[in-house]
């Protein structure tokens, strides 16, 4: 059964930065594209990132291209969102997601998702 579970999450003032961590368990991590999302109060979940098995691809969405980095180590099963200068309206639940597929593109199904974790952004 396959586990995802984040961590890092919290309060911030605007400007500051916080680093989510999500550890992966039941299948082998290094075979699937990984990604995080957020979902703030009354909106939809949407995209924040994506990054190829081997780490060597990445994609952002627009809003926190340039501000937040994705990565991961295959050899701790774990994917990383640094995230920095961070806005107000960038207070949600972020979500880890584990994607089918091995190649990354928009529209590839979710196979799993992890319980999210909270970011408060404070002005």
């Known amino acids: 059964q396959v586990q995802l579970v984040e961590s890092g999450g919290g309060l911030v003032q605007a400007g500051g930065s916080l680093r989510l961590s999500c550890v992966a368990s039941g299948r082998t991590f290094s075979r699937h594209v990984m990604g995080w999302f957020r979902q703030a109060p009354g909106k939809e979940r949407e995209f924040v990132a994506a990054?190829?098995?081997?780490?060597?691809?990445?994609y952002y969405a627009d809003s926190v291209r340039g501000r937040f980095t994705i990565s991961r180590d295959n050899a701790e099963s774990t994917v990383y969102l640094q995230m920095n200068g961070l806005k107000p309206d960038e207070t949600a639940v972020y979500y880890c997601a584990q994607y089918s597929v091995s190649l990354y593109y928009i529209g590839a199904r979710i196979d799993y998702w992890g319980q999210g974790t909270q970011v408060t952004v404070s002005s």
């Open positions: 990054i190829s098995t081997s780490g060597a691809r990445t």
